[in-house]
């Protein structure tokens, strides 16, 4: 699976949108972008998935590149709820190797009043 | 309510035992996994279950035992061979072990061994 890259933290301030970025550069053609959030201490949830197209469901958007070399998660107004840590991943299509999830340290998303 | 179930959510244990962490979904899901996570880390990948009676090793299985004799149970049992089995330990499944599905994961359960 490609390896990403995220910034350690970012702050946002309640009702502002919260952009957070992804780098994927050696993405390969049949992997999807996942992104999870973790809530401190308990078990991430899962927010939304794409291949190559934008893609927006009742929590997130999520907006991939042409290239597919980044993509960036959009909470459109951030609450203090949505306080979490932040995992981009990227997973092969169709890989029968137990759709093994690699999670990398994530972004530390603080969102301030 | 449907969802993955992990008891208890504080196990304490003394250095030596085996210990024996439940996992149980009603999602009807086939695959099964399980995850350990360190203070300020991401989750590493223990052991993960396609099917009933087949599981494989992740990145981290020295120490630790699993079984899927039924769908809707895989539990982990981390041995007294594990050097450093403190730690969150997280269980998620999915409805497929292809790509495209994502995982649900449970509340977690915290392991001290000292």
């Known amino acids: 699976d490609a390896k990403t890259t995220q910034p350690t933290s970012m702050d946002c301030a309640e009702g502002r949108a919260a952009n957070l970025p992804c780098n994927h550069s050696?993405?390969?053609?049949?992997?999807?972008v996942y992104w999870y959030r973790q809530i401190h201490s308990q078990g991430p949830q899962y927010i939304i998935h794409?291949?190559?197209n934008n893609e927006t469901n009742e929590m997130a958007s999520l907006i991939i590149t042409e290239d597919r070399k980044s993509s960036t998660l959009i909470l459109p107004h951030a609450t203090l709820r949505d306080t979490a840590v932040y995992y981009c991943?990227?997973?092969?299509?169709?890989?029968?190797?137990?759709?093994?999830?690699?999670f990398g340290e994530g972004t530390q998303l603080t969102v301030n009043p | 309510d449907g969802g993955i179930t992990q008891s208890p959510k504080y196990l304490f244990r003394k250095e030596g035992q085996n210990v024996t962490l439940s996992c149980e979904q009603n999602?009807?899901?086939?695959?099964m996994y399980w995850y350990r996570q360190d203070p300020g880390q991401g989750l590493r990948l223990i052991y993960y279950?396609?099917?009933?009676?087949?599981?494989q090793k992740g990145d981290i299985a020295e120490g630790y035992s699993v079984s899927r004799e039924k769908k809707e149970s895989f539990p982990l049992t981390v041995t007294s061979a594990q050097k450093n089995p403190t730690a969150f330990y997280l269980c998620?499944?999915?409805?497929?072990?292809?790509?495209?599905?994502?995982?649900?994961f449970g509340p977690g359960t915290r392991l001290t061994v000292t």
């Open positions: 998620a499944s999915s409805a497929s072990s292809g790509g495209g599905y994502e995982q649900y």
């Open positions: 050696t993405i390969s053609g049949n992997e999807y």
């Open positions: 794409g291949l190559k």
């Open positions: 991943i990227v997973r092969v299509v169709g890989e029968t190797s137990g759709s093994r999830l690699t």
């Open positions: 999602l009807n899901h086939d695959a």
């Open positions: 279950s396609q099917i009933v009676n087949d599981f």
